[in-house]
Structures are given as structure tokens and as C-alpha cells.
């Protein structure tokens, strides 16, 4: 299996597993077991057992699930900053949720409330910097969920034996053997025989 038929289907299935999970209400769905990650990993394994001649193998099926998986956590991330921002013109982003689970906080010393308020609720560009955070998080644990994808993937999808391939042999001329010989040259009318 050569690289572009790793990649292609990898960037197909983080793109879109990336697109799902930055949206609101549909990234939810990751609260279940990774759903969209795994989703993507299946997704990234039956689109590289579509396209590769040859059976992919169970390895061949984790790499391509942890490339969907990288690729969606980074698209995630890119897709959830802009979100975030919208959704804190809006009064509520992650700042304004802290503070109001802060609030909710039964006995905690109003020292430590004021000094968590100031670090989470004031900081105006600190809720970039916890997507960024969650983004690297997101990384490690996409690529991995992702690879159990992939695995599961090759496993429904993969029908051929090893080793075997579907492409068909190359072309080679053979010329036919039982043909008869060819008819003589035809002869000229002036001459006689």
C-alpha cells in the first residue's frame, strides 16, 4: 500500500470526522464512546480497502486510522476556535460556563474564587489557549480511538486473503500458436508459369 493510498483516505475521514465533532450540537455525539472518532477510523479503513489493488492488513488499518485521527483532532481544533469566539460574543464560551460553575462551588474560600475567576473568567484570550490545550489532548486521544476505527474497519471491510491482490496480471503479448501459414504472395498476370 503506497502513501497516497494511506493519505487520501486518512484526510477524507479526519476532515469530515473533524467538521462533525467542532459543531455543536453534533460533536455531542463524542461524548459516546468517541463515536465520530471511531466513526472516522471505519470510515478511513473502508475508503483504503476500496482503494488499495492489494488486501489491506490489520497494520495498515491502524495507520490509517491514527492519520484520520490526527488529522480530525487538528481540524477540530481549527474549526472550534471560531466557534468558541462566537459563542462567547454571544455570552457563552468556556470563560463564562468556569464562572459559573465557580459559583455553583459550595465552600470554596473566596481568596481561591477570586484567584480562579481572575486566571479563568478575566483572561479574555485564555479560553483560545484552553482550546489550544485540549487541541494537543485531542490529538493523542483521536489518533488512538481513531486506530481502534481503522482496526475495526479492516476487520468488516477487508474480504480478500492476504497477500492477495485484484489487480490483473500485467499485459504481455503472446503471440496465437495454431494459426495456419500465411497464403503466398500473389503472382504477377504477365508472367506465366
Known amino acids: 500500500m503506497n502513501r497516497q493510498t494511506l493519505l487520501k483516505p486518512a484526510l477524507i475521514a479526519g476532515i469530515a470526522v473533524g467538521v462533525l465533532s467542532a459543531l455543536p450540537v453534533l460533536g455531542a455525539l463524542n461524548c459516546f464512546c468517541c463515536a465520530w ?20 492488513t490489520l497494520g495498515q488499518g491502524l495507520g ?7 488529522v480530525a483532532a487538528v481540524v477540530d481544533t481549527a474549526f472550534s476556535i471560531p466557534v468558541q469566539i462566537a459563542l462567547t460574543g454571544m455570552g457563552m464560551g468556556v470563560a463564562e460556563q468556569i464562572g459559573e460553575a465557580l459559583e455553583q462551588v459550595p465552600n470554596l474560600p473566596p481568596e481561591i474564587r477570586d484567584m480562579m475567576r481572575s486566571i ?10 484552553f482550546l489550544l490545550l485540549t487541541g494537543a489532548l485531542k490529538l493523542v486521544v483521536y489518533g488512538l480511538i481513531s486506530m ?3 482496526a475495526i474497519g479492516v476487520a468488516l471491510f ?19 500458436l ?16
Do not use: H, M, W
Open 37 to 56: 472518532v471511531i466513526a472516522g477510523g471505519i470510515l478511513a479503513a473502508f475508503l483504503s480497502v476500496r482503494a488499495c489493488p492489494a488486501a489491506v
Open 120 to 129: 479563568f473568567v478575566d483572561g479574555r484570550g485564555l479560553g483560545v489557549i
Open 64 to 70: 490509517v486510522g491514527l492519520l484520520a485521527g490526527a
Open 178 to 193: 495454431n494459426f495456419p501459414p500465411p497464403p503466398p504472395p500473389p503472382q504477377d498476370p504477365g508472367q506465366v508459369p
Open 148 to 150: 481502534l476505527g481503522g
Open 158 to 176: 477487508e474480504k480478500r486473503p492476504p497477500g492477495a491482490d485484484s489487480r490483473p496480471p500485467p499485459a504481455t503479448y503472446q503471440p496465437p
